[in-house]
């Protein structure tokens, strides 16, 4: 009868311990803020966990150390020069990246295109972007927040032969989201943009303004 006892005693505790799950959220040296469900913990105990019992296979296990990602953006600006107007462009941005957690960096490549009447205007940009993550950004993490920015430089074209130099910031907060709890999801980035156009025909004009951007992202 003891016997007994004592198997269903070390039945229910082990259903109870795999029951249980932890979920790091952030880690600092040797200390780490975890989300705990299953049972209560307390301030100042020790706890052993055991190997694989609180592995949670729903959690993608990939790693998130590499980024590629697309966003078109819309920019609603106004040169600084005389009698300009109020202007749209729509962009396309193509990036790659290095991901350590709360920072994100790497090189970038922009088009655009904007077509007012029958003169259409062209440009290339390279440059770079650079992110902040709220939450480090690590497998099984569904949102992140943050501060994002990017620089670059490149040429627009005029489109009557007439070429331009470009220097462009951007700055402002994002959101990313992996509605699947994979490595594959969107991102949001609204913000301030400022633009420095020099050389060709005309004087210098600066063009600054709110810019929003959404695209999709994949890490691996």
């Not at 699947?180 to 303004?209: C, H, M, P």
Request: glycine content about 14%; proline content about 2%; charged content about 15%.
């Amino acid at each position: 009868m003891k016997h007994w006892l004592l198997a269903l005693t070390v039945l229910t505790f082990s259903s109870a311990s795999f029951a249980q799950k932890i979920k790091v959220r952030r880690v600092k040296g040797n200390q780490a803020v975890i989300e705990f469900s299953g049972g209560s913990l307390q301030s100042g105990q020790v706890y052993e966990l055991a190997p694989d019992e609180f592995a949670d296979s729903s959690v993608s296990t990939t790693s998130r150390k590499y980024v590629i990602a697309l966003s078109a953006s819309l920019m609603n600006t106004k040169s600084d020069a005389a009698g300009a107007q109020n202007e749209t462009d729509l962009s396309l941005t193509g990036k790659f990246g290095w991901n350590f957690g709360s920072y994100e960096f790497g090189p970038l490549l922009t088009y655009a295109s904007d077509q007012v009447g029958s003169i259409t205007t062209t440009s290339y940009k390279v440059g770079g972007f650079a992110d902040y993550n709220l939450i480090s950004n690590t497998p099984g993490e569904a949102f992140l927040y943050g501060i994002g920015g990017t620089a670059s430089i490149g040429q627009i074209d005029g489109g009557s032969g007439s070429k331009r130099d470009l220097m462009d910031f951007f700055v402002g907060p994002f959101v990313k989201w992996f509605p699947t709890g994979s490595n594959v999801g969107f991102r949001l980035d609204v913000g301030y943009i400022y633009q420095k156009q020099s050389g060709g025909v005309g004087s210098e004009a600066t063009i600054s303004g709110l810019a929003s951007a959404v695209g999709i992202l994949a890490y691996f």
